[in-house]
């Protein structure tokens, strides 16, 4: 690629958006060819694609050069273009925090539905790391408080970045080790996306370029999850919702735990892909 720019350059004295995208699409993804340019001139696809006779610079083509080889050695697109979109909005990312999944969109849905009208209530996300379920919650339902907690000071730096983008004043975010961060503190809704692939997963062959610890979880991925589902009960309030998001195959385990841990209206929803992605509980009696 370097080699095949630097002759045409030579021969044509310019490198065009068109030439350059072609080029790209011979070595990586076409479409993460068309992202990462995108992010290098800061412009839409539709500008691309309207442009594509357009010359670039020498600094914009070393530029995408640099972004090209990072996506080559198998760098994630969204760590180098340093946002990703989720659900209807633009979030920061970076190495530091896992990036946000169109399967966790269901995770939002699923936790917006459970949100009771009418009352101010207060929903728990455990292991928020941009801050992606957290602040689009927040933004769909400002009247609500959204506290956001996280173990890694990194990924709440950009989480707390994200919420001051997106103007979600109606979160907290805390440092703390999933539940330690509260004593007393009562959420009518607590929703989590904890890691949970297995020790190795060869999946996470694919992952190594995200965080460790917001994607592996001991006991075959289900450490964090049996953690919150057995200290949830102390923190919601009577007939609060718990959800989150678990491995293709995982939902009978999580569903068994919160049956044995008292949960009651047990539920688990599948993704876009037909998965069982998440699972969810009311804690409480069934009335009378
Ligand atoms: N859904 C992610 C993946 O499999 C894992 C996220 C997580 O462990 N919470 O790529």
Request: with cysteine; glycine share 6%; hydrophobic share 45%.
């Amino acid at each position: 690629m370097l080699v095949s720019v630097q002759q045409q350059e030579s021969m044509d004295a310019s490198v065009t958006i068109g030439a350059i995208l072609r080029s790209a699409a011979c070595v990586i993804d076409r479409v993460d060819a068309h992202w990462l340019l995108q992010s290098v001139l800061s412009v839409d696809i539709v500008f691309l694609m309207t442009h594509a006779e357009l010359p670039l610079s020498l600094e914009q083509i070393a530029c995408f050069q640099q972004l090209l080889a990072r996506r080559i050695a198998g760098e994630p697109v969204a760590y180098l273009m340093g946002e990703r979109g989720f659900y209807d909005l633009v979030f920061e990312v970076t190495p530091d925090v896992l990036i946000p999944r169109p399967e966790t969109e269901l995770l939002v849905e699923t936790t917006l539905s459970k949100i009771p009208c009418g009352r101010r209530c207060n929903i728990l996300d455990l292991g928020t790391g941009s801050g992606a379920i957290a602040i689009t919650i927040a933004r769909h339902r400002p009247d609500v408080n959204v506290t956001a907690v996280d173990f890694s000071p990194q990924a709440l730096a950009v989480a707390r970045r994200n919420a001051v983008k997106h103007s979600a004043e109606n979160v907290v975010f805390v440092e703390a080790d999933w539940f330690s961060g509260f004593i007393n503190e009562k959420f009518d809704v607590i929703v989590a996306n904890p890691p949970y692939i297995a020790e190795g997963d060869s999946h996470l062959d694919d992952l190594c370029f995200e965080p460790a610890i917001a994607l592996v979880a001991q006991n075959n991925g289900l450490d964090c999850i049996r953690k919150i589902v057995t200290q949830a009960p102390d923190y919601l309030e009577h007939s609060g919702w718990l959800m989150f998001e678990h491995g293709h195959d995982q939902a009978d385990a999580c569903r068994r735990l919160l049956d044995k841990t008292g949960f009651i209206h047990i539920f688990t929803r599948p993704d876009l892909a037909g998965i069982d992605r998440v699972t969810g509980g009311q804690y409480g009696s069934i009335p009378a």
